[in-house]
């Protein structure tokens, strides 16, 4: 490929560091393209309220499918997207997507609240409160089924002017979560001092309980710190029935992870809430 590309100055670089670059330019220019051509798509993973052991609300997580890779995970290029600015464009449309379908499954009689993941450089730019409005007033979606999930980074800087954005996000009617709780570096103060509704539990802290008598000692002290500062709970990365068995008993609020289901287009989701619905009707006749 080197040679390919001539010239002596690829000997400044290893072969490797130059087909790094040369797949992130075009991983850059693919995602670009995808993004002028609306191409990106959003999957629903449910997310299963414990008190009433039925599917009430979904995450909504963005999906590439890409034409010569196959679907790229968000992993890869939502940080190419926050490295190069395409995380605003890419934020909007999933943001839109999101918001018609929640006013989709409302025409449908459904209340689903749908959570969208936000980059902590989306949270930065102020323009945010005004693109969440707007979304909301032309796509009809009734605020309170809206959910934005926040990493604990988007809470480190700037502290003033990142909850001035929170205040406003919340004035609108929609709820913030913390995504991933535990795994940033942030001191737990910031909890107090940011408008928060949510914390989601990180799948680590629940990979250590592999059997119901297990102490899971960090999962209960979230739930009881969440409970404690009025906060929902939310389990991440649930996959077996040990799991959820032990989220229940310590009354935590919602359990998501491919235990309930993976997450899946839009076209299934409400297949796999009424399959949900339907083996638990099941389960619990004589
Ligand atoms: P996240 O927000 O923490 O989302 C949860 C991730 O865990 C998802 O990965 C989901 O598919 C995966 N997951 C769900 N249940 C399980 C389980 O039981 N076990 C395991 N091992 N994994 C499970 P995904 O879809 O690859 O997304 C990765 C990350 O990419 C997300 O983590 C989020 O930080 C980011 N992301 C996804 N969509 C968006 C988006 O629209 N905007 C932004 N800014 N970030 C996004
Ligand atoms: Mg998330
Ligand atoms: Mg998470
Ligand atoms: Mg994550």
Redesign the pocket.
Known sequence: RAKQLGGDNVQLYSEDMQDGSLERLRLERDLRQALQRSSLQVYY?PKLCLRLNRITQA????RWPHPQDGMI???IF?PLAEETGL?WA??EQ?LYESCCQIAAWCAQGLEIKVA????AHQLRNDKLVDLVQKILAETQAPPHLLEL?LTESCLMEDASATRDIMHRLRNLGITLAI??FGTGYSSLGYLQRFPVDVLKID?CFLQEITSDEQPGTLTRAIVALGHGLGLHVVG????TAAQIAFLRRLHCDFA????IS??VPATEFVQVLQDWQQSRAQALAP
């Open positions: 993973q995450e909504a997580l963005v995970s968000p992993g939502v995380i890419l934020g999933v969208v993941n936000i980059s999930e995504d991933d799948r991440e990365g649930v996959e998501q992870g491919y235990y993976p997450p």
